[in-house]
């Protein structure tokens, strides 16, 4: 067990739907991390805040947002939901922001598994 | 219509044996390299990381070497066991960024026979 908490672990919906996927990092830790793993992408990252504001973005779509709250867990909200959205989500959390010489290790959660039908 | 999926390198090796299972990375200026192991279902699994300033790290049955003069990085595993069966992923972070985002490799899959 990571310490690192997503849910829900199975999200099936349809297309041009909205969702939304939760995490709570390790105690802590104050970045989230998003990733997505695709079958034709591998893990590809998406989105990291860092103590409440976003610290950097990846090819994250339009269509895709996240926050991190005062307690430091996250969302990630995915809306207009197509069929190549279907994927695993993934998030990871670690204590340091990042940047040189100050990356450490990142623990992910269990995923979410979305299916968009 | 035609799903394409990864085609990710496998390494098929006897329980007990050596694994070695290799990674090329893309970008010199990467100072933090970190390898994972994903089983079936479940998110990735944080083995063992290194930082630039290095070029070997030992853990329990794991070793990671990493060759930046060929931007190379590897991961040994000894006396495989086959719960060390898995998919293992290598990541960099790019030390000229102002962020610990992780570059991930597609990946290699490791079969242990018993």
């Known amino acids: 067990d990571s310490g690192v908490t997503q849910t829900p672990k199975h999200l099936i919906t349809a297309t041009g739907q909205r969702v939304t996927l939760r995490c709570s990092p390790r105690?802590?830790?104050?970045?989230v991390y998003w990733y997505q793993q695709s079958l034709d992408q591998g893990l590809q990252f998406l989105i990291q805040?860092?103590?409440?504001?976003?610290?950097a973005k990846g090819n994250i779509l339009e269509r895709f947002s996240a926050q991190q709250f005062p307690d430091l867990h996250s969302e990630l909200n995915l809306s207009s939901l197509e069929l190549g959205d279907s994927a695993l989500y993934f998030c990871?959390?670690?204590?340091?922001?990042?940047?040189?010489?100050?990356?450490?290790?990142?623990?992910f959660g269990p995923g979410t598994r979305l299916t968009v039908l | 219509g035609e799903s394409v999926g990864l085609h990710l390198p496998t390494l098929s090796v006897q329980e007990g044996d050596n694994s070695i299972i290799n990674c090329a990375y893309s970008?010199?200026?990467?100072?933090?390299f970190i390898w994972y192991k994903q089983e079936s279902g479940k998110g990735p699994q944080f083995i063992i990381d290194?930082?630039?300033?290095?070029d070997k790290r030992q853990g329990q049955r794991v070793t990671v070497l990493l060759n930046k003069t060929v931007k190379h990085l590897s991961l040994q595993i000894a006396a495989t066991q086959p719960g060390d069966s898995a998919v293992y992923f290598c990541?960099?972070?790019?030390?000229?960024?102002?962020?610990?985002?992780?570059?991930f490799g597609q990946g290699t899959t490791l079969q242990v026979k018993p």
């Open positions: 970008n010199s200026a990467s100072d933090y």
């Open positions: 805040y860092y103590n409440g504001e976003e610290r």
């Open positions: 290194i930082r630039s300033n290095m």
């Open positions: 105690s802590g830790d104050l970045s």
């Open positions: 990871a959390s670690s204590v340091a922001a990042g940047g040189p010489g100050n990356t450490d290790t990142q623990y």
């Open positions: 990541a960099e972070a790019h030390g000229s960024s102002n962020t610990g985002k992780l570059i």
